[in-house]
Nanobody, 125 residues
């Protein structure tokens, strides 16, 4: 059974920082691309960041470049998202995702097959 469990969400002031964690089970973790997506009220789920199988490459949504950092620890079956210089527009439910196969566009949430339950991030002005 595949399970992804996010943690670390909460309420922070603009300019602050927050770290999210995702613990995976039921998968061969080091063979999965891992990603973070977010969904604000009334909006579609959107790509935030992902990291490839070997940690050689990371990719970010333009709006979070320079502020967010994705990383993974294969020994712990975990992926993390460090968020700095948070803005009110970062407010959303953040979802962890895992994908074992090839996807033409990893920024499209429809290409991912495994999802966590989400953790809420709220940034106040």
């Amino acid at each position: 059974q595949v399970q992804l469990v996010e943690s670390g969400g909460g309420l922070v002031q603009a300019g602050g920082s927050l770290s999210l964690s995702c613990e995976a089970s039921g998968i061969t973790f080091n063979k999965y691309v891992m990603g973070w997506f977010r969904q604000a009220p009334g909006k579609e789920r959107e790509f935030a960041a992902y990291i490839d199988w070997t940690d050689d490459r990371t990719y970010y949504k333009d709006a979070v470049k320079g502020r967010f950092t994705i990383s993974r620890d294969n020994a712990k079956n975990a992926v993390y998202l460090r968020m700095n210089m948070l803005k009110p527009e970062d407010t959303a439910t953040y979802f962890c995702a895992a994908e074992p196969g090839f996807v033409n566009d990893y920024t499209n949430p429809r290409g991912w097959t495994n999802w966590g339950q989400g953790t809420q991030v709220t940034v106040s002005s």
